[in-house]
């Protein structure tokens, strides 16, 4: 092997080395994880509908995205909204309901239907549903506004 050959081969060799990482080089992940907050209770209004599962806090303008965890609390949050509702609640329109649940919620971003809600929260466990009341929580909308159409950032 020629001397210019050798050079060049250890040459190569060094920069390759000398750009890999170390096994003990510290790895910073460039997109944290969402944060979730386990079993908070929540309580507000939720509507449900075609392509949307719209839940928004007491107090709070963000609209969340309600999401299945376990089948038994979410077959109960359908069962009793219809008894409270009455019929088939889910495809009405502008039909809401006051809950209360524990559920896990994600960190702001976009979730949900075309990424259209401000968090995500998954339902834990269902505490209470029933007819909304003016006394439920401070409204942030409107007693009218339709929380299927969450607003757009």
Excluded at 13 to 19: F, K, M, R
Excluded at 66 to 88: D, F, H, N, T, Y
Excluded at 108 to 130: A, F, I, K, N, P
Aim: glycine share 8%.
């Amino acid at each position: 092997m020629s001397i210019g050959l050798r050079l060049t081969f250890n040459a190569a060799l060094a920069l390759v080395l000398a750009c890999s990482r170390s096994p003990h080089d510290e790895y910073v992940d460039p997109v944290p994880a969402p944060r979730y907050t386990p079993f908070d209770l929540h309580r507000g209004h939720y509507q449900a509908g075609f392509e949307v599962s719209a839940f928004q806090p007491c107090g709070s303008s963000e609209v969340w995205w309600l999401e299945p965890g376990e089948a038994e609390p979410w077959e109960e949050l359908e069962r009793r909204a219809r008894r409270v509702l009455g019929g088939s609640w889910v495809m009405d329109r502008g039909a809401a309901v006051y809950v209360e649940f524990q559920g896990d919620t994600t960190a702001s971003g976009h979730h949900g239907h075309m990424g259209g809600y401000d968090r995500e929260v998954t339902l834990r466990s269902l505490e209470l549903v029933r007819k909304l009341r003016p006394s439920d929580c401070a409204r942030t909308r409107s007693p009218d506004s339709d929380l299927s159409r969450p607003p757009q950032n």
